[in-house]
Every structure is written in C-alpha cells, then in structure tokens.
C-alpha cells in the first residue's frame, strides 16, 4: 500500500487429490505427508478466505498469466467468476522492460537490485512473495517511491499535514545551557554587528 509493505500475509497448505511428484519435493520441500489430511482448493477455509485476502485489489505476480491460469481453472470447477487479466501486474514483463534481453526470473531480478537471497534454498510460495513485493517496488522506481505523496486522482502532490493542537507546558523547560555558555554567545553576537542576518532572524 503506497508502495510500503502492510505486513499481511495469507499461507496456507492445499490438497492437491494427488501424488506429490519427486520434483515438486525436490523444488519445494513439500511431501504428501506434509498435504495429508490439508484442506482441498475448494474448502471455505481456503478459496473463501483467499478471495477475501485479495479483496479487489491488483495481484502482483511473477509470470503472471500462469499462475492466474492455475487459479482460473480452480475457480471454475467451483463455478465461481475468473480473476481478469487486467487485474494482474506482471513483474516478469516490469523486468523485461527494465533491461531488455537481460535474464527476468525472480532470481536473476533480486541479484539485480541486491535483494537477498540467501534464505531461498527451496521455492516456497511466501518467500517468494515477500522477495517478489520488493523487487516490484524496485521495477517500480525504487524504494524512493514510497515518499511519493501524489495524490491518485492527479493533485499537486503536495499533502497537508493535519496535527492535532498541542497543549501549552505548565512551565517552561529548564535552560540547557550555563550562565557561561549564554555570556559568551551573546559576545558572539555583538560581534556579528547591525546588519547580521541573526539579529533579523534570530535572538541573541
């Protein structure tokens, strides 16, 4: 949200109904004992609470159109409406057009704004999102982009800052410096003569 992290975050385990292929182990870590007894795609506890997680919100994806294909076939045989293409942003296609003819996976974008990596010994769907949410913020313009207060409907972009009034101290704070220090700064000044930006501006 305004290019800054919300700290939410949804997981979840999924029955697929099948075996567990060796590769998906190997590229994973996920088994069929880790799946057994996990809901099915189509269990309230997993499409309902996933659809509310995304809310109508865009869906930032790596190589978009495959998992939005994975997730549209899913919905369909539950008989619920498609995610439109629209609604997706595709950081494969913000990496091609970054640095054309440049390798474009997840990976080789991280080694490219210096995101690390090290934690990613196997492909585990939520690091890849955490990775992913800030190599976007990167193909968008860099973290600078989150100081960006340009209002959405084409304003200035100057934001007024409303504070709520603070109340008067009972009595004044202590001064912080000595008698000496006080002296010798007022000397200073006198110094500094009539046309002295200070005695404008300042006090002595």
């Known amino acids: 949200m305004n290019y800054l ?5 949804f997981q979840i385990y999924i029955n697929p109904g099948r075996p567990v292929s060796e590769a ?15 809901p099915g795609f189509g269990h309230p506890d997993v499409v309902d609470r996933l659809m509310e997680f995304l ?13 939005r294909s994975f997730l549209n076939y899913e919905l369909e045989l539950l008989g619920r409406a ?44 939520l690091l890849d999102a955490q990775l992913l949410a800030m190599a976007y913020l990167e193909l968008r313009g860099g973290r600078e982009r989150a100081f960006d207060f340009a209002s959405a409907n084409g304003g200035s972009g100057q934001v007024q800052s409303i504070q ?3 109340a008067q101290r009972p009595r004044a704070l202590a001064p912080r410096i000595s008698a000496t220090e006080q002296t010798a700064h007022a000397a200073f000044v006198a110094e500094l003569g009539e046309a002295a930006i200070w005695k404008k501006y300042g006090q002595a």
């Open 24 to 38: 998906t182990v190997r590229i994973t870590g996920i088994t069929n004992e880790t799946l057994r007894g996990k």
């Open 55 to 67: 809310g109508e919100d865009p869906v930032v994806a790596h190589n978009a159109e495959f998992d």
């Open 82 to 125: 498609p995610l439109a293409k629209e609604r997706f942003i595709d950081t494969l296609v913000l990496a091609r057009e970054h640095r054309p003819g440049s390798p474009a996976s997840l990976d080789a974008v991280c080694k490219r704004f210096n995101i690390s990596i090290e934690n990613r010994v196997l492909h585990g769907a």
């Open 164 to 166: 709520a009034p603070r």
């Open 5 to 9: 992290p919300t700290g939410r975050e």
